[in-house]
């Protein structure tokens, strides 16, 4: 190698590191030198962002509070007419729902009662989803009632006669007095249709049947609703599906097949397990 040679590959050594040397400080002295004074970079502002991406810059909201919006489901919720016979138990088996998720979508307040005409959600495909947004705070106005809201119990009262008008409860509830509830009978005995048990409250005594229990020697037993069946009324427990209180005397087991047998015993039992009544099934 020639003196001319060493030289020449010492200066192109020399340059390429003085371009490296500039790439560094391009790179790192740089963006220091133009940072605000507290020395980090400064970050670019959300709608910048969301503005150089190509999306509409959304105005920001009014304070308010948090509160919960739906998000819709994957799939479309049903909106169902009440029929009636249909029952929480049956809807929830004819659309694949679970019944829980029918009540919440509703805010049913007594499961056990379903007026025929009012219109229900299904939420087929599940709940809404919560999530938080904002709104702005509403004025709160109270506006009074022009009646009393019917109370959502059901309540037996005892059935007119001939040429009788219906007769509201007594505003107090007799307390006082020993409390004779009798099976009074089974009808239709085998025939889904026409199967009930007849409850009458023979006594002074109101009779608060919440929890209260029929059942048959094989186990199945019906659970009473919120029901009281006053002094002299009757309340009558169909074995197949139907509304509650439609009429306000009638309740429904929801069963798809008869349940009593000739000759079994039917017991009635307080919400203690007492048993108050016992009836033989006639033929």
């Known amino acids: 190698m020639t003196r ?18 500039l790439c560094i400080a391009f790179v790192v002295i740089l963006p220091e030198k133009l940072a605000p004074s507290g020395g980090q970079p400064v970050a670019e502002p959300p709608a910048q962002r969301t503005a150089r991406a190509g999306r509409p810059v959304e105005a920001p909201e009014e ?18 007419v009440v029929q009636p016979g249909d029952t929480i138990s049956s809807l ?6 679970p019944g829980a998720d029918i009540i919440a979508a509703n805010r049913i307040q007594n499961p056990d009662f379903l007026a025929a005409g009012i219109e229900l959600i299904i939420p087929v495909g599940g709940l809404p989803v919560a999530r938080a947004t904002w709104t702005s705070v509403p004025t709160v106005t109270h506006t ?8 959502t119990e059901l309540t037996g009262t005892a059935t007119p006669g001939a ?39 023979g006594s002074d005594q109101l009779a608060d ?8 020697p094989d186990g199945n037993t019906y659970v009473f609703p919120n029901y009281r069946l006053w002094p002299g009324g009757t ?21 798809l097949e008869p349940v009593w047998l000739p000759g079994e015993v039917a017991t009635l039992r307080n919400a ?11 033929p």
């Open 92 to 97: 929830a088996l004819k659309y694949s729902v």
């Open 144 to 151: 009074p009632l022009p009646f009393e809201p019917p109370s």
């Open 63 to 80: 304070a308010g509070v948090e509160v919960l919006a739906s998000v819709p489901p994957t799939a479309t919720p049903i909106v169902y």
């Open 4 to 21: 001319k040679q060493a030289v020449f590959i010492i200066a192109v050594n020399a340059l390429i590191s003085t371009l490296i040397s």
């Open 209 to 216: 049947m919440t929890g209260w229990t029929l059942a048959n």
């Open 163 to 201: 040429g009788e008008s219906v007769a509201s409860p007594p505003t107090s509830i007799p307390t006082e007095g020993e409390l004779r509830v009798e099976i009074t009978a089974i009808l239709g005995v085998g025939d889904l249709e026409q199967e009930r048990v007849d409850i009458s409250n």
């Open 272 to 282: 203690e397990g007492v048993a108050l009544v016992t009836y033989v099934v006639g």
């Open 235 to 255: 309340v009558t427990v169909h074995t197949r599906m139907g509304p509650d209180g439609d009429p306000i005397t009638s309740l429904f087991w929801g069963r």
